[in-house]
């Protein structure tokens, strides 16, 4: 074949642009650390990686919701806990005083239920976050007021509140005034309130019916059942969550992994690609000057 | 001082000799200086022709020309024939057809893919999500902030948090959008300046014709003209398609592949630009300035722009739209004013006054949605058996029950507005004018939608979310919303607020909603595809590029080898012409002084 001059220019111009280009993608990704550094680089690698972060920004988003609803569900919890020893206190003091002769002591146990009463209400009333926690939906009104003779009223509704905790998966995170207090949305259900206003006044009653106070016993055990009951629908709940959330870690942990497998450069082959590339480059620069410091028939004619 | 004498008298004759060359043919001594003397000349043509060649060695689209030597025509004498000596007839350029016209097919090829593959390497930069920082992660963003109000849907935290993700998606959107409309005007530049760059290029072939047509027959080559006129071909294939073939007198025609005419000998057809319907440049004949030829251009660079403005940018603007109509759960919106003839079950419409601002909406099928903006609606039942009579009088019935209108249905199907009430002033100035009556059918659900089925802080239904569209470069948090961050309808009930979060849920849940292609893909699989497919598109268009530009480069090799200047052959042939001269030379000072020696005698 014959060459000529030009020829050899051309050979060596697109060898070192070709060169050229590829260490410049080399070093590319060692700056960046990810191999995917514009859509055609790898385009479907592209939409991979896009779903991959939207997942993990998904993942962390239900975390969120999770974390935030557990805290709720604790929170609850202590409330129930508390509601369940005050119901117990009225417990005892059934126990102990439906035979009590002495007014005295009645009224200073009818003293004591009022004081349960206030604790239960303020309980009822409790705000989490800003907002009633067992108002049902009306989370910006007072649940329970009581008049003068401690009659309570609930305002709330039976609003359930849900919280998303994956694609599809919602879980409900409150309790109402009317499954927990009042009774009224529970199969025999019993208001707490009535019960506990029924033994201050079978306490304060004159003439004293012991009957009417240890005929309260049912009720207020039925109200101790209804908490019960409410407290392990929480448990439940707050055992799904972790449940959710465990799980979530671990995917996490894996779609971390995949975008990372897909994504990012490894660096040490990232490094012998770039030094390939560059003895590549060096090489045809070695060439190119060998070429044309060549010594041509011109140097050799006189 | 007597060789110069000798030399002068030769000159002087020089005319002679010339003239009787071929008939004179004449042998003995003077024959024997005339051989010398066309030897001298054809070497020193030799010279010549590699001279021009070594100057051209980088010279682009140069060819190398090569000296035909010829011996002269003998003489037959008594002792036979006896040779005359050399001749350099014309030189010729070394030049392969075949391969400059496969260049020129190839130089289509890789004009289109460069166009193209520039131009697709801008618009990858608008969809750029390598970053963790597009339109996906904004997007992503904005479905938390519903789950984040799920968490709290009376928080004014989160509401306002919504609002704000909320914007930065309507104007990352629009801003994505508009920045795909600046490179199609950059392509309109380029074609613009690319036919110029044709006409001008069309011109100079159509002068090089001419400069071939005069100077070419016999033995003639327009060697150089030729070499030009090759390159312009070439420069032209890059831009656009175009076919030639050369006639006899030398001079070639240009044709685009459609069969039209570009150049034609010494004469031109120019191109032009208009601008079309869409507001872009549009390649026609200057002779035919309305009508385009866009779609028979069928290489190029024109080729390469063309569709990469035209198809591929527009596609993309169309996905976008596709997608921010299915996040918004868009109705398409007619106006069919005055009359209910046109309406059957299944559709909504509106009857909206610039001055009152009321709605009349139809709800679909009996579901009970009422979509109302402001709450300040009538909602109308319609049934998909109801006939255009049953749709507009129980409408006018909706309508009358509003007591500030006026309504009669006409013609069984056609519904009069009277009396129209600007809140509660009787305006009665206003009759029925400035009432349109607006059909809206519903595209499924979408943030819109939904968002209309809920109820916001204060228990009234729920606005439109987003408003506007990409294409009117005004999409955007609905100036309601926007304004006040307790219009967001996070309540399924309207009792249930401020506590409820069905609808905030339901809105939430969009996200994994297989909504776009006909319910075959959500949200952000749609635009991830959509990032995957203008990657797919530039490494296309690059691997394109590189085959066609290794072909090019190819074949520009074998061009070069074959037309290539080669220095070390031009100094063999330098040496060789060189030797050759100075043998003449010595064969005329030989001759010399055989004549001396001749003279001498006497």
């Not at chain 1, 025999?188 to 309260?216: H, I, Q």
């Not at chain 2, 100057?55 to 008594?78: C, D, F, K, M």
């Not at chain 2, 595809?529 to 066609?548: C, F, I, L, P, R």
């Not at chain 2, 090799?557 to 003449?584: C, K």
Request: charged share 20%; glycine share 8%; aromatic share 6%.
């Amino acid at each position: 074949m014959r060459v000529s001059n030009r020829q050899m220019v051309n050979i060596v111009k697109s060898d070192l642009f070709r060169n050229a280009e590829q260490l410049l993608k080399a070093e590319e990704r060692i700056a960046t650390r990810k191999l995917i550094n514009r859509p055609s680089d790898d385009p479907i690698g592209m939409g991979k990686v896009l779903d991959y972060r939207k997942t993990i920004s998904s993942i962390d988003q239900y975390n969120n919701n999770i974390v935030s609803a557990k805290s709720r569900t604790e929170f609850t919890d202590t409330l129930l806990e508390n509601l369940h020893d005050l119901l117990g206190q009225a417990k005892q003091i059934v126990a102990e005083h439906s035979n009590e002769l002495d007014p005295e002591l009645r009224q200073g146990a009818a003293q004591q239920v009022e004081g349960i009463y206030d604790q239960v209400l303020a309980i009822a009333n409790t705000k989490y976050d800003g907002n009633y926690l067992f108002a049902g939906h009306q989370t910006d009104t007072q649940p329970f007021t009581n008049d003068a003779d401690y009659n309570a009223t609930y305002h709330g509704d039976s609003g359930k509140i849900n919280i998303i905790v994956g694609e599809g998966a919602q879980v409900r995170i409150n309790l109402t005034g009317d499954e927990v207090f009042t009774g009224a949305a529970v199969a025999s259900g019993t208001n707490v309130f009535d019960d506990l206003k029924a033994l201050k006044d079978a306490l304060e009653a004159v003439p004293f019916d012991p009957s009417a106070v240890s005929s309260l016993t049912d009720n207020l055990e039925k109200g101790v059942n209804q908490v019960e009951s409410a407290a392990v629908r929480q448990s439940i709940t707050y055992k799904r969550l972790e449940t959710t959330e465990n799980h979530w870690d671990k995917f996490k942990t894996s779609i971390v992994d995949m975008l990372s497998k897909i994504e990012d450069a490894d660096l040490a082959t990232a490094i012998v690609e770039l030094q390939a590339q560059e003895t590549a480059y060096e090489s045809s620069l070695a060439t190119a000057s060998k070429m044309f410091d060549k010594k041509s028939l011109i140097d050799f004619l006189g | 001082m007597q060789r110069r004498d000798w030399a002068d008298k030769r000159r002087l004759r020089k005319g002679a000799f010339f003239k009787g060359l071929e008939e004179l043919s004449m042998s003995g001594i003077y024959g024997v200086l005339q051989t010398g003397m066309r030897s001298l000349l054809a070497q020193q043509r030799g010279i010549e022709v590699t001279g021009h060649n070594i100057a051209n060695v980088n010279t682009p689209g140069y060819s190398r020309q090569t000296i035909n030597l010829e011996t002269t025509t003998p003489v037959l004498t008594s002792q036979g024939m006896i040779g005359t000596g050399v001749t350099a007839r014309e030189s010729q350029r070394v030049y392969d057809q075949f391969v400059g016209v496969q260049i020129a097919n190839e130089n289509e090829e890789l004009g289109r893919w460069d166009a193209q593959k520039t131009a697709l390497e801008r618009v990858e930069i608008v969809f750029d999500e390598s970053s963790d920082s597009g339109l996906s992660k904004t997007m992503g963003e904005f479905w938390n902030a519903w789950q984040d109000l799920v968490n709290n849907p009376s928080g004014n935290v989160e509401r306002v948090a919504l609002l704000s993700k909320s914007e930065t998606l309507a104007f990352e959107f629009q801003n994505t959008y508009n920045s795909l409309t600046p490179l199609q005007d950059d392509l309109d530049i380029s074609i613009a300046a690319t036919v110029d760059e044709i006409t001008l290029k069309a011109a100079e072939i159509a002068t090089l014709n001419q400069k071939i047509i005069e100077s070419e027959g016999g033995d003639v080559h327009a060697n150089d003209f030729r070499d030009a006129r090759d390159l312009a071909v070439k420069d032209l294939s890059l831009m656009i398609d175009v076919t030639t073939y050369e006639e006899s007198s030398g001079s070639i025609n240009v044709t685009l592949r459609d069969g039209s005419s570009l150049v034609r000998g010494a004469n031109t057809s120019e191109l032009s630009t208009m601008v079309n319907d869409s507001g872009h440049k549009d390649v026609v004949w200057a002779s035919d300035p309305t009508v385009s030829i866009n779609s028979t251009i069928s290489g190029g660079k024109l080729k390469g722009w063309i569709e990469v403005r035209d198809v591929i940018i527009p596609e993309y603007k169309k996905n976008m739209e596709d997608l921010v109509n299915g996040i918004k759960g868009v109705e398409s919106t007619e106006v069919v004013t005055g009359a209910a003839s046109a309406l059957s079950g299944g559709e909504y419409f509106t009857i909206s006054s610039p001055t009152t601002g009321y709605y009349v909406w139809y709800t679909k099928d009996g579901t009970g949605t009422d979509p109302a903006p402001g709450g300040t609606g009538i909602k109308v039942e319609i049934l998909a058996t109801d006939t255009a009579a049953q749709v507009a009088s129980k409408t006018a019935a909706a309508i009358a029950n509003v007591a500030d209108f006026d309504v009669s249905v006409t013609g069984g199907a056609t519904i009069a507005i009277a009396n129209v009430v600007a809140g509660d002033v009787t305006d009665s100035a206003d009759n029925d004018t400035g009432f349109t009556i607006a059909k809206r059918i519903d595209g499924g659900d979408g943030v819109n939608s939904l968002h209309r089925n809920g109820f916001d802080l204060n228990g009234v239904s729920g606005g439109d979310f987003f408003s506007g569209t990409l294409a009117g470069n005004n999409f955007e948090v609905d100036a309601a919303i926007a304004a006040d961050v307790n219009k967001i309808a996070a309540s399924g009930t309207a009792a249930g607020a401020p506590g409820d979060n069905a609808n905030a849920i339901a809105i939430a849940e969009l996200q994994n909603a297989l909504t776009m292609k006909s319910n075959t893909t959500t949200f952000d699989d749609y635009y991830n595809s959509m990032v995957s497919s203008v990657g797919n598109e530039v490494q296309h268009a690059g691997m394109s590029y590189d085959h066609h530009a290794a072909m090019v480069s190819h074949l520009e090799n074998y061009r070069e080898s074959i037309s290539g200047v080669s220095l070390d052959e031009e100094m063999v042939n330098l040496i060789q012409f060189q030797l050759g001269y100075d043998a003449a030379a010595k064969l005329i000072s030989t001759t010399d002084e055989m004549l001396q020696t001749l003279m001498n005698m006497v």
